[in-house]
């Protein structure tokens, strides 16, 4: 799905680091080494058909290499 962020993501909280993350693997062969971790936060998004809402998205970052792979994993209700 895509979708774009509007605004600063809120609440940020680390879900995994590194060797806990699953896909670590994948990372590191796709985008490089670096100390991988899993966050998740708030954000207000724009989705394709126009409609602004509030979604918890989730991603991967290191540093250095920045945000990739973000993702909407629930839209939240106001």
């Given at each position: 799905m895509s979708f774009e962020i509007l605004g600063e993501i809120i609440d940020i909280e680390i879900i995994a680091v590194d060797n806990s993350i699953r896909?670590?693997?994948?990372?590191?062969?796709?985008?490089?080494?670096?100390?991988?971790?899993k966050l998740k936060g708030i954000v207000t998004?724009?989705?394709?058909?126009?409609?602004?809402?509030?979604?918890?998205?989730?991603?991967?970052?290191?540093?250095?290499?920045?945000?990739?792979e973000i993702k909407i994993k629930?839209?939240?209700g106001e």
């Open positions: 896909e670590i693997a994948r990372l590191r062969k796709i985008y490089g080494a670096g100390r991988w971790r998004v724009c989705l394709p058909d126009g409609m602004m809402c509030k979604a918890e998205v989730h991603w991967y970052e290191a540093h250095g290499i920045g945000k990739k629930h839209i939240l």
